[in-house]
């Protein structure tokens, strides 16, 4: 998931200054929360080169206004570190050269420590800056603020599920966050979901992508006409049960179900089922960010690639729907509805809901959908060093919808285009069937 | 590159029987003719993993008929060789195991003459059934005895692009076909082709995909509605003087061009000029089929990936074309008049054409599209192993549109979906030029 | 480096149990002391697979006094914590399975202060078995203490090794240790020790090997008749000045110096001066524990392969040594004499001294020599879990001799072998020039 | 296997000149004769990188006449073919740039034909050599031509065990040799040789290595005392039938007899028999040169790695021997006795002989060493091309002694020291088994 240019978004109220302030707070603030549980250590560890180590998350969402805003709004710029740079660059060509990625994890100085009083001066830097800028200077400076707020919410998204792979691999499985209380409220185990209804769409002309004022990514532009046929799309997203349903028939094994490339992968990796899943004496436990707990079978589907949801697809008789199906079915739906990142709460998909109306269609986990992420008609990237980019990440990767359980609330509409490659599985990831009516 | 499942295909006139044996003559004749020059062992070159030896490819286009047609339509079937449907099976699983893909060029044994063999072996069994078969069987063999054509044309097609990616790596730069004469009168250099003209072409709803009863692969099927916006294509693809100026300008070192996922294959794989051609003593050769020659500034660009063609276009200040707008401009074109494979002529992409109207949009090289091979709404596989399959290739790969100097004449048409993943290079890939408008 | 089997070691004089008592507090502390200016962080690091984190050393160490001890000698024994057999077990097939080596930097728990309570633990339990066990008993554990601490001391130098691995890759270049006042004193740069003086030995049936009651890895013994001709040992190691002299004559780029082994080695990874080497602004720098320092050319060279040793031998017109060579030279050399590990003092090869006449040939670095570890005749590895092993890795490694300034004072004799591959660089490993005579 | 500088070698009698022009013939027709079952095809394979194709070895051979002795002898060199020189040096680093050796088998051209063609045309120039040449010029070539006949002869075996190597891989099992009638007199299978009789040998000091007038390769010299304990051999080398026995007993599975490495290596390349044992139907089966045999258990084993070997010693309670040790015994043993190489004849392990008393240790198969292959005292490379290397090899290796079914007759000797990493499998190696006394 990459970020990009901003349309800007006068979020604003009466205060635009107080408005903005009150929300960098509440983003930086809920940065800190997500690291809350973890030791020092922890933070340091980057389970394989596509997952950074939580400290990484701090430091460079941090370099990315001190780099986007301080170093142009700031009368005498000085850098806090000049190595900082360096380090916490993600993949900005232009602005210089990256500490490689792969190599994070080897990073024990600047330590948590420096990190923290790294953020902790950046935010005065920024706070600072908010209050001095003059009317024209706040205006240009808040559009960046804006998307170095958005940036740093996808940042929190991956913050968790990077955290999650890493604790993964420890034998001890440990808990990022605590379990919430409220959980031990659950009502007993409902089986699946029955697969019982589907809501259609009609076709035709729609109009998808984003327009207006409001904040978005520049991927989401322009908003464009695409041609539907009738589609209609499942009620509710795969549950564990009906996963269970699939690898109990021989799904894994079967390769009429895969693509060619998804066969491969299956048997280059071993895969014979969800990575976060463990069977203990019989028992199928499910690895979660609140360490291992027994898998639920009316708890929805998370962490396929979309090789496995193919298949799933295939096996089902139905098929991974397109992106513009979704944003349409999005456009209806209403995202505050929806299961989102709450640090002091569940950060795992809840029990599947039951109206399967699409009410919700947004949050617990993010579709994947069977198109490629490329370019809307009509796109260019921004100008400058935040042009790079969402355009630069076009190829092999799909288009996933809607947001899941470690996206902030908030952060996601029907426009949102977020991409991973199809063996990817360390995101909050399930399957929305859909078909042709 | 891969076939499928077929619509039939009546391409018959009077007398039904008559025409088909004619037709399987001419193809089955022009795919020895292609080796015509090579020596047995030649024919067994593998030059990657990708890629098969010449000898491979004359024994499972056989295969293709002894399996699908000889196996259902003989009366008494028994195999020309038990071990043959192991060796030469490519990747249908449901008809058994496959001798690994990488390995083909380790099989000295059968050797090229057992080969040919088996070939003429095939084709008398073929043509007796052809006049022995019942009015109601023949129509049924019929149906797939012309799929196995069409799956034959697209393996000559591969036949001279692996045994050039073969002959490349051997410092003798061996020539696989004579050069014709008639290549000698050829005018002067006339230079790059001048960025002239763009053809435009109305936006709205189109139709694209195939239906109708002449044949087609079954990833052209059904037939659907695309919304496009206006846009235009370039008159003719790009030069190899076009593609100099790139190069000199430090077009292979300038990451804002790249896709991020190039940029790295580029740095991975130390690419800094197309494939195929070679410095030497300071003048630019192209290593053809016809072994090295001069590069032509005025001859059409071949053989870049599309990554390559995405960061020209970028550098072009254009972008690739999308598959539907392809086709569209394709559906306007006669597919006559392109430059296609004869074993006795140039195998390599000729002047490029002056008239700029894209009235020759067919033939010469393959035009990259930034379009991902995937379903076309409505698609579903052939049942059984012929339906192994263009669908299971869905992902991780592009389309490509237009057919190449080396596809055979009579093969091509406006709907057909070539694909292959990005990073290729060893097919006469080009580049044609989009813009919106 | 691994260890093994022991003869019994009476280091004992009038109380047994006080000397082994005071014995054990200064190995354990002094591994802790090594740790000191380190963050929970820092000991987290792992670097590549050869090398471990600081908190797995201190461990491991551990654990294996609660494996090979308390389990034994304990009367009702209870594991401190059931997943530690598995989590801190280096590779003793026989006692169970063990964490995968190249994970050993993602166990961010059990954290460093765990490790700490851990060590207090066992600590506290083995020194009650001190003052517990029965006359008998003591013995028999006495024994497998005495090699529970030459263990530990050889994690110590691997401990010290390991982090400089890792803080190599910080580009911020952070020290291990705090650089001593002392070193402020030395001398002006005395340049390259002339290469001017050799030392000869006799030839003929010399006795290599330990025997008699001290302690000694199983490895060296038995002892046994080796014949050596007569050969010279030069009489101070190599100094950077000096392979400062082979790098400026080419030495990197002349095949006819190399191994073959090492010429492809060289190129795959792209060596062209020894590891910790620095070249910033056009002068040479040295990444050592204490940070980034000048190089100077009279100091020792350390941290080369095998490989360059080699070149340089031949280069310098001279061979490395024989196993048995070195050790005779040993022999009669002082081994108080060295430098060796002192947590307070400088963890990097001093000046060279100035004598010449091999009176101090332990210490200061570990000389590579030509001869490849294997059994001396009449080795047997001990029974049971303890005797693995020095014997299994006996295979692709060489010989190394003497102790370096990261060996602890006291850990060394002659006829201790260490050993490595001809590729590891990260060790304090130099070169001894040896001639024919 | 490599070879290198030579001490001249007086073979000669009476006619130095028809001595050696005899040979010549005799040496370049075996050759030759090696390759008359093979097809064209089939020299073009090459099974892994460490593997050349025959009909490489039938080029390189004669380039090795061409460079070292036509070009310095011949009045008027002119070379063959320019790029001969590229493509058939093998490493001869001061000769010149190689073609790479894991793309030997990609070269089609020159074709088979055209290395035969140049095969003569070398073998005339070289015959015109030996009558023009003055008597001093005869005798200076004399003995470079010698030193190209036992590289030929070294090629002999890899050409044999290149092919096996090769058509191992194909399912078809072809056969490179007929096989011999008279096999199929053998008697009945009598079971594994029992394991009776050790033959001792007397320690002390004993001297080792090359010295006089006959030919050796360099790495055999300088003849030197070495110092070793009493020991003894077994009398056979082991049987297929003892190396059931050990497989039956868990020999793979079990860690503990294995060298850390070889457990590794095992584990990675999934080895659970010997090389080229196959399992058909539950009858064990031997891949042979000649095809597809049944195991018979009283045949001499072969084609394992040192790794096994090593492991099968630990199990029988043996050890494999020291270099010194196997030379000691080989001194005393008649070379004319044992099974070498013959076109005609059957190229694979016959029985086993029944008299155990080493009366023929030579032939048959390698006998692994536990030396590793390093330097004799006073060895030093011969100056210039030729003098690469023996030497340069000397890491990573292990000694092998004594010669196989596939070495030249006439071509071994006691002092010979062939070499090989301990995991390789290709070469006709086997084990012997030694113990102290």
Partial sequence: ????????????????RAHLLARYRTVRERTEALAKHLTPEDMLLQAMPDASPTRWHLAHTSWFFEEFVLQRFEGSFAPYDPHYAYLFNSYYNSVGEQWPRDRRGLLSRPSAADVFAYRAAIDERVEGLLSDLSEGGFAEAAEIITLGLHHEEQHQELLCTDIKAAFALNPLAPAAFAMPEALEEEPEDQG???????????????????????????NETKRHKVYLDDFSLHGTPVTNGQFLAFIEDGGYRAASLWLAEGWDWRAREAVVHPVYWRKVDGAWFEFTLHGLIPLRPDRILSHVSAYEAFAFAEWAGARLPREAEVEVALSKSDPAAGQFLDPAGFVH??????????????????????????????????AGAIGEYNGKFMSSQLVLKGGSCATPPGHI???????FPPDARWQFTGIRLARDV
Same sequence: chains 1, 2, 3, 4.
Avoid: C
């Fill in 413 to 419: 509409r029907a426009t949102y285009r977020n991409f």
């Fill in 349 to 382: 998909p809840h029990l599947v809901g039951r109206d399967n109306g699409l009410g919700s269609a947004f949050g617990t986990v993010w579709d994947w959908t069977q198109s490629a992420y490329s370019a809307y008609p009509g796109f260019r990237p921004a």
């Fill in 1 to 16: 998931m990459q970020h990009g240019q901003v349309k800007p978004a006068p979020e604003t109220a009466r205060d635009p």
């Fill in 192 to 218: 699946p979901a029955a697969n019982d209804r589907w809501v259609s769409f009609e076709g035709g002309i729609h109009a998808i992508g984003h327009e207006g004022e409001d904040f978005a990514f520049d």
